[in-house]
């Protein structure tokens, strides 16, 4: 079955260190999304690209990198920068263009500080 | 800001009540709207979305929403749940021309048998 993959399903960081999230899609789905989820807030937008090797920062990008070198692939690097990086994590795929919408998600990381 | 504002974090209801989960928004402009859906264990879904033309919206599972631009409204409704409805149910909206979806808080809804 065609899907979202996300890995680790749960994720410790010690201060100070960068910690990246993994994303897998083999939908064929050009556009992928990064998402934080906090405790009775909506989703986050963190990062989104539309195509290979472009992506653009969403409302919180600071403290944040991808990279999008392969369609089907969209990591996720918390850095040190982040300071509150304590969260429930969710990437998404969908179609290219302002008229398409994330479909379909991962079952998320839990990122933990320690 | 833009943000969109569900009324309720938690419903209540018994089998075959009729529904409606509010969804409000703050955006004067032409807008994409969305409801998407977790059920338990599962991932979240697109339930219906709204681009333009009949403000009435047919989703999935005899879900409907319904437009309102004087009222930056687009409430959720069914008219009568079954157990199986029992989710979190989130209202996303997308200012024109713009990538990103603003999400409500999320409403989690439980239907007693």
């Known amino acids: 079955d065609g899907g979202i993959t996300q890995s680790p399903k749960y994720l410790f960081r010690k201060e100070g260190q960068n910690v990246t999230l993994s994303c897998e899609q083999n939908l064929n789905h050009d556009a992928m999304y990064w998402y934080r989820q906090d405790p009775g807030q909506g989703l986050r937008l963190i990062y989104y690209?539309?195509?290979?090797?472009?992506?653009q920062k969403g409302d919180i990008a600071e403290g944040y990198s991808v990279s999008r070198e392969k369609k089907e692939s969209f990591p996720l690097t918390v850095t040190s920068a982040q300071k509150n990086p304590t969260a429930f994590y969710l990437c998404?795929?969908?179609?290219?263009?302002?008229?398409?919408?994330?479909?379909?998600f991962g079952d998320g990381t839990r990122l933990s500080i320690l | 800001a833009q943000s969109v504002s569900q009324h309720n974090h938690h419903v209540i209801l018994s089998e075959a009540a009729s529904l409606e989960l509010g969804c409000n928004y703050s955006y004067g402009g032409t807008v994409n709207l969305f409801w998407y859906v977790q059920y338990p264990g599962q991932h979240l879904q697109l339930l219906l979305k709204y681009f333009s033309g009949d403000p009435l919206v047919k989703g999935i599972k005899g879900f409907e929403a319904e437009f309102i631009k004087s009222k930056f409204s687009f409430n959720l409704r069914k008219p009568s749940v079954q157990w199986s409805d029992t989710a979190e149910y989130f209202c996303?909206?997308?200012?024109?021309?713009?990538?990103?979806?603003?999400w409500g808080a999320g409403t989690k809804l439980i239907i007693k048998p």
């Open positions: 998404a795929s969908g179609g290219r263009g302002v008229s398409n919408q994330p479909q379909h």
């Open positions: 996303a909206v997308r200012p024109d021309s713009n990538y990103q979806l603003i």
């Open positions: 690209s539309q195509i290979v090797n472009d992506f």
